[in-house]
C-alpha cells in the first residue's frame, strides 16, 4: 500500500503546481509590491504639484451616485472627468502582479484588479517579458500608456503616461518595493 501513495501524492502535487499562480522570483514583476511613497515623491519631482489625477479638474465637487456634482457656492459650476479616472496603479499602496495562464493579472489591493491579454486585444495593446510590462490604449479624451519596470536595485518603476487630447503630456511614477511575503 505505501508503494501506491507515493506515486498518487506526486502526481496531485505536479496537478496543483501546474494550476497554482507562477512563483514570484527576484529577476521578475511576479510578486506582490508595496508602494515605497518617498522614492516615488523623489522620482516625481514638479510634475505632481501641477496636476491632479482625480478627474482632470481643480473644481470643488462632491460625488454623487458616481457622478461629479458641484458644490453649492463654489467659483465653478462646471466640473469635468469622471471622478476616478485616473489607472489603479497610482491609486494603490499595494499590488500584486501574476500570470494566469499567458494573461497579466494586476491586483491593486482596495482597488480592482486588471487582466491583460498580451497582443492588441479591443485597443489594448500589452508587451510582457519577465523585467517589462507595458500597456497602452485609447480613448476619445487621452492616450493611456502604462510601463512596469524591474529596476536593476530590484524596485517595480511603474510610469503612467497620460496624452489628454489638445494638451501636454503628464507622467506620473511609482515605486514599489517587495513585499516581505516574497522576501
Known amino acids: 500500500m505505501p508503494t501506491v501513495r507515493l506515486p498518487l501524492i506526486c502526481a496531485a502535487s505536479a496537478l496543483l503546481a501546474g494550476l497554482l499562480p507562477h512563483v514570484a522570483t527576484a529577476d521578475t514583476l511576479l510578486g506582490n509590491w508595496v508602494l515605497n511613497q518617498e522614492l516615488s515623491r523623489e522620482l516625481q519631482g ?11 479638474t481643480n473644481t470643488p465637487s462632491v460625488v454623487v451616485g458616481s457622478l461629479p456634482t458641484p458644490i453649492p457656492g463654489s467659483s465653478s459650476s462646471k466640473v469635468s472627468g469622471a471622478p476616478n479616472n485616473d489607472p489603479l496603479v497610482l491609486r494603490c499602496m499595494e499590488m500584486t502582479v501574476e500570470l494566469v495562464g499567458e494573461d ?71 515605486i514599489f518595493e517587495r513585499s516581505s511575503l516574497d522576501r
Open 104 to 174: 497579466i493579472l494586476l491586483t491593486y489591493v482596495g482597488f480592482g484588479t486588471e487582466q491583460l491579454k498580451q497582443g492588441n486585444v479591443r485597443g489594448t495593446k500589452t508587451t510582457y517579458k519577465s523585467r517589462k510590462l507595458t500597456s497602452r490604449y485609447e480613448t476619445t479624451s487621452r492616450k493611456v500608456t502604462k510601463t512596469f519596470e524591474l529596476t536593476k536595485e530590484g524596485r517595480l518603476h511603474a510610469t503612467v503616461k497620460l496624452k489628454p487630447n489638445k494638451s501636454k503630456t503628464l507622467v506620473q511614477h511609482r
Open 46 to 56: 514638479a510634475n505632481s504639484k501641477k496636476y491632479s489625477f482625480r478627474g482632470f
